[in-house]
């Protein structure tokens, strides 16, 4: 008898044999666990009965996405410990490609602090020996590194290694060199900072003095570092900052300003004018002011006077000012390009190219010069509600800025600049205030020369990119 995904159902001698008693122990403690979902324990139940062997798992198309939501059920619950070992201890022979998204589920949920304290703590004895045993199989088995970097994240000595290797073998996936970074960061590693550093300035990456760092590795760093509440974070970063690319300075300013005792130092560093008070956009000098440091807010009062909270109502007169300029000036698109790059791409995608956190502007808000006018130099006027931004404040001291992904039971999820997305568990969020300012930033003629404004703006008025012949003006209204 077949029972509709190519697999039979045949209750011969051989077919029973096949599942080990392992294999049918695993599956009774998911049936009989209190997990609800129907698909799945009807499913399990059917393996059982009708002696489904764990190697004919992956044959039966529809257990696959069984697995990972069941999986995913019982990583939110405080009570599934057993069914998570359990399902793993299924998983781990019959599906490589099911067990390895269930160790980094465990991982990202471990690293967020949604899986944290005693329960980490319970997950971490009870997951330890399957995590060891993965560990010691060949380097060139596919579920080796991420059960390193599930055991790292879990604070397990036996993962700290192998993912520091990771992390530092310039020949490995960047992807997995990524995850293995959040793991040491999120177990406050020895090596993590060390490891950034390196990513930042280059190391072994850039064997050839004075190569630049690899863009996606010091991205990578400068996401990552928000994660590590330790002083010297701001101290690496500002060493590097003069060394940055100038799509990277951006990044490397949101995550100073996200805890009261780096934007102390950025302050101290603007101060030596080692960097430029313009550096920090309207937006992240606001959210300075909203982590009720009194000793911060004297001095971001003292280096950039009265800071506004709600939109300028004056904004009307930059647009003005800034129309009156494009007549004398017409800009040079090419090089606007590279301007969007610096300061827009963080948030905007045109073309193709940039990060989506905001709308992708090929298509939208550029109608006409006084549509881009206006989106441009006073993005608050009108805010979709889609676009909103939220401003969330963090038990451990972080104020994070961004665009309302998720807000659940477990976690809240803000998507950032630069594209990234910052997952806070929900018991570590003291706040979530709602921003009456667009998270695109009002000031942007103070960032940048006439000329670079210029730039933009005939980079931002044609249909096309610079280099399509095709490529015309839009109208002016």
Same mark, same amino acid.
């Given at each position: 008898?077949?029972?509709?995904?190519?697999?039979?159902?045949?209750?011969?001698?051989?077919?029973?044999?096949?599942?080990?008693?392992?294999?049918?122990?695993?599956?009774?403690?998911?049936?009989?666990?209190?997990?609800?979902?129907?698909?799945?324990?009807?499913?399990?139940?059917?393996?059982?009965?009708?002696?489904?062997?764990?190697?004919?798992?992956?044959?039966?198309?529809?257990?696959?996405?069984?697995?990972?939501?069941?999986?995913?059920?019982?990583?939110?619950?405080?009570?599934?410990?057993?069914?998570?070992?359990?399902?793993?201890?299924?998983?781990?022979?019959?599906?490589?490609?099911?067990?390895?998204?269930?160790?980094?589920?465990?991982?990202?949920?471990?690293?967020?602090?949604?899986?944290?304290?005693?329960?980490?703590?319970?997950?971490?004895?009870?997951?330890?020996?399957?995590?060891?045993?993965?560990?010691?199989?060949?380097?060139?088995?596919?579920?080796?590194?991420?059960?390193?970097?599930?055991?790292?994240?879990?604070?397990?000595?036996?993962?700290?290694?192998?993912?520091?290797?990771?992390?530092?073998?310039?020949? $490995?996936?960047?992807? @997995? !060199? &990524?995850? =293995? %970074?959040? /793991?040491?960061? *999120?177990?406050?590693?020895?090596?993590? #900072?060390?490891?950034?550093?390196?990513?930042?300035?280059?190391?072994?990456?850039?064997?050839?003095?004075?190569?630049?760092?690899?863009?996606?590795?010091?991205?990578?760093?400068?996401?990552?570092?928000?994660?590590?509440?330790?002083?010297?974070? $701001?101290?690496?970063? @500002? !060493? &590097?900052? =003069? %060394?940055? /690319?100038?799509? *990277?300075?951006?990044?490397?300013?949101? #995550?100073?300003?996200?805890?009261?005792?780096?934007?102390?130092?950025?302050?101290?560093?603007?101060?030596?004018?080692?960097?430029?008070?313009?550096?920090?956009?309207?937006?992240?000098?606001?959210?300075?002011?909203?982590?009720?440091?009194?000793?911060?807010?004297?001095?971001?009062?003292?280096?950039?006077?009265?800071?506004?909270?709600?939109?300028?109502?004056?904004?009307?007169?930059?647009?003005?000012?800034?129309?009156?300029?494009?007549?004398?000036?017409?800009?040079?698109?090419?090089?606007?390009?590279?301007?969007?790059?610096?300061?827009?791409?963080?948030?905007?995608?045109?073309?193709?190219?940039?990060?989506?956190?905001?709308?992708?502007?090929?298509?939208?808000?550029?109608?006409?010069?006084?549509?881009?006018?206006?989106?441009?130099?006073?993005?608050?006027?009108?805010?979709?509600?889609?676009?909103?931004?939220?401003?969330?404040?963090?038990?451990?001291?972080?104020?994070?800025?961004?665009?309302?992904?998720?807000?659940?039971?477990?976690?809240?999820?803000?998507?950032?600049?630069?594209?990234?997305?910052?997952?806070?568990?929900?018991?570590?969020?003291?706040?979530?205030?709602?921003?009456?300012?667009?998270?695109?930033?009002?000031?942007?003629?103070?960032?940048?020369?006439?000329?670079?404004?210029?730039?933009?703006?005939?980079?931002?008025?044609?249909?096309?990119?610079?280099?399509?012949?095709?490529?015309?003006?839009?109208?002016?209204?």
């Amino acid at each position: 008898m077949s029972g509709g995904h190519g697999v039979s159902f045949a209750t011969s001698t051989t077919s029973r044999r096949a599942v080990s008693a392992m294999s049918l122990l695993a599956v009774s403690r998911l049936v009989l666990s209190r997990l609800v979902l129907s698909r799945l324990a009807v499913t399990l139940s059917a393996m059982t009965l009708l002696a489904i062997s764990p190697l004919e798992v992956p044959r039966v198309g529809d257990l696959h996405g069984a697995w990972i939501g069941a999986f995913t059920h019982a990583a939110e619950s405080d009570d599934e410990l057993d069914t998570i070992v359990a399902t793993l201890e299924l998983l781990v022979d019959a599906d490589a490609d099911a067990t390895r998204q269930c160790l980094r589920l465990l991982a990202d949920k471990t690293q967020a602090r949604e899986l944290d304290g005693e329960r980490r703590a319970r997950l971490a004895k009870s997951i330890g020996p399957m995590v060891d045993n993965l560990l010691k199989r060949p380097a060139t088995d596919p579920l080796r590194a991420d059960a390193a970097i599930l055991a790292a994240s879990l604070r397990l000595s036996s993962g700290a290694e192998p993912t520091r290797a990771i992390a530092t073998d310039s020949r $490995a996936d960047f992807e @997995l !060199r &990524r995850r =293995a %970074l959040a /793991a040491l960061i *999120a177990a406050e590693d020895r090596a993590a #900072l060390e490891i950034a550093e390196n990513w930042l300035s280059g190391g072994a990456d850039t064997p050839n003095a004075g190569a630049a760092p690899r863009p996606d590795l010091v991205s990578a760093a400068l996401a990552l570092l928000g994660r590590l509440d330790q002083p010297t974070v $701001a101290e690496i970063v @500002l !060493r &590097r900052y =003069a %060394l940055l /690319a100038d799509d *990277a300075r951006p990044k490397a300013i949101e #995550l100073l300003t996200q805890r009261p005792a780096w934007s102390v130092k950025l302050l101290d560093a603007i101060s030596r004018r080692e960097i430029p008070a313009n550096a920090l956009n309207a937006n992240q000098v606001a959210r300075l002011l909203v982590t009720g440091d009194e000793a911060l807010k004297k001095r971001v009062q003292a280096t950039w006077g009265s800071v506004r909270l709600d939109r300028n109502p004056q904004r009307e007169q930059v647009i003005a000012r800034v129309r009156e300029s494009l007549r004398e000036s017409s800009g040079e698109p090419r090089r606007g390009h590279a301007v969007f790059r610096k300061v827009c791409g963080q948030c905007h995608k045109i073309h193709g190219e940039g990060q989506e956190v905001g709308p992708d502007i090929t298509a939208n808000g550029r109608a006409n010069l006084e549509q881009l006018l206006s989106n441009v130099l006073d993005p608050s006027l009108v805010i979709g509600v889609s676009y909103q931004a939220r401003v969330v404040l963090t038990s451990d001291g972080r104020a994070l800025t961004g665009l309302l992904v998720e807000d659940s039971p477990q976690r809240v999820v803000l998507k950032t600049q630069g594209g990234k997305q910052e997952v806070v568990a929900r018991e570590e969020v003291e706040e979530v205030r709602v921003s009456p300012l667009s998270l695109m930033p009002e000031g942007l003629e103070t960032q940048l020369s006439a000329t670079e404004l210029a730039d933009l703006f005939a980079f931002l008025r044609l249909d096309l990119p610079p280099d399509d012949p095709r490529a015309k003006l839009i109208p002016d209204r």
